[in-house]
Nanobody, 118 residues
Framework: VQLQASGGGLVQAGGSLRLSCVAS????????TAWFRQAPGKEREDISC????????FFRDSVKGRFTISRDNAKNTLYLQMNSLKSEDTAVYYC????????????WGKGTQVTVSS
């Protein structure tokens, strides 16, 4: 099982980025998957997740209305569209596979840095 996030970068406040996460070794439509982030000196934050069926999604309050989670089953790729970015969104972003029926993850990949300048 592998997950590889990409798409991070430096963006001005108010801008947008789309993160991608290519999964291998398992199918995204069989497992719930999620994005989380961690900023220096801060605890990990779970940002968003999507159910195996794709019918159910979750967003933490601070990103609701600004971030969208989606996936392309044919490409086995998970996405996080981030709009109206704020300086407090600056962090390393990771994608992961959730344990069945659990909030925690059993696999996650190397993150991608998102830096929002104010």
């Amino acid at each position: 099982v592998q997950l590889q996030a990409s798409g991070g970068g430096l963006v001005q406040a108010g801008g947008s980025l789309r993160l991608s996460c290519v999964a291998s070794g398992f199918r995204l439509d069989y497992w719930a998957t999620a994005w989380f982030r961690q900023a220096p000196g801060k605890e990990r934050e779970d940002i968003s997740c999507i159910s195996s069926s794709g019918a159910s999604t979750f967003f933490r309050d601070s990103v609701k209305g600004r971030f969208t989670i989606s996936r392309d089953n044919a490409k086995n790729t998970l996405y996080l569209q981030m709009n109206s970015l704020k300086s407090e969104d600056t962090a390393v972003y990771y994608c992961g596979r959730k344990k069945p029926g659990k909030d925690d993850m059993d696999y996650w990949g190397k993150g991608t840095q998102v830096t929002v300048s104010s």
